[in-house]
């Protein structure tokens, strides 16, 4: 059936399914509600997907996504945080997360994913050459490390502790509030607001 559908209808359907947690079915109703709409509304969708790309890139201090007129990011460049804590986490969302905690008023720095072996992510895949550099550089004096409580957060965790023995800065880990197998992004404010007021020595 698939064969029968017009090249640009297929390409889209394609395209959607590659997207995290977008089957096909899904995939599928969203293409034929874009043919379905205005023109305007679809065009306006297409817009914004180009501006994504081309208006955003990462911070060159914490590596959160930032527009691409504001470099270093909002959060680096505000006088008013604490430049001598930074909060690690795995993806932007996560960083999103904890703002809306209104609990932590230091930086961030962004890792893009977690150690996994099996998906072929190494340390030197990550960002967390660049955290070390910049514990050294910018006189930190704590590290909150805030990877996911996985299997492969854990290991990212236990990694970068390792990495920091010997510098000056403590390193602390959220405290136990959040569940097992859990993502920080899913995590409602209270929550992540009693794990940071909870961080223990790590």
């Known amino acids: ?7 640009p209808v297929e390409r889209l359907i394609e395209a959607f399914t590659r997207l ?6 899904t ?6 509600h874009l043919l379905r709409t205005a023109e305007g509304e679809a065009l ?3 817009q914004a997907l180009q501006e994504l790309r081309s208006g955003t890139e990462l911070c ?7 527009a691409a007129e504001s470099n270093p990011c909002q959060v680096c460049s505000d006088p008013g945080r604490e430049g001598t804590m930074i909060c690690v986490v795995e993806d932007p969302l996560d960083a999103l997360a904890m703002e809306r905690t209104g609990q932590f008023h230091g930086r961030y720095h962004v890792l893009h ?3 996994s072996p099996i ?21 930190i004096c704590e590290v909150i490390l805030a990877t996911n409580p996985t299997l492969e957060g854990e290991a990212t965790a236990m990694y970068i502790r390792r990495q920091l ?6 390193v602390t880990r959220l405290a136990r509030g959040l569940p097992a197998g859990g993502d920080l992004e899913y995590a409602d404010a209270g929550t992540l607001s009693q794990a940071l007021a909870g961080r223990q020595e790590f």
Do not use: Q, W
């Open 1 to 7: 059936m698939r064969g029968a559908l017009p090249r």
């Open 60 to 66: 060159s201090l914490c590596f959160n996504i930032t």
């Open 20 to 25: 995290p947690g977008i089957g096909p079915k």
């Open 27 to 32: 995939a599928s109703r969203l293409t034929y």
């Open 119 to 139: 998906d072929g992510v190494g340390p030197e895949d990550l960002r967390i050459h660049e955290l070390i550099e910049r514990v050294s550089r910018e006189g």
């Open 113 to 115: 994913g977690a150690i």
């Open 165 to 170: 023995e010997g510098a000056t800065a403590r």
């Open 44 to 46: 306006e969708l297409a």
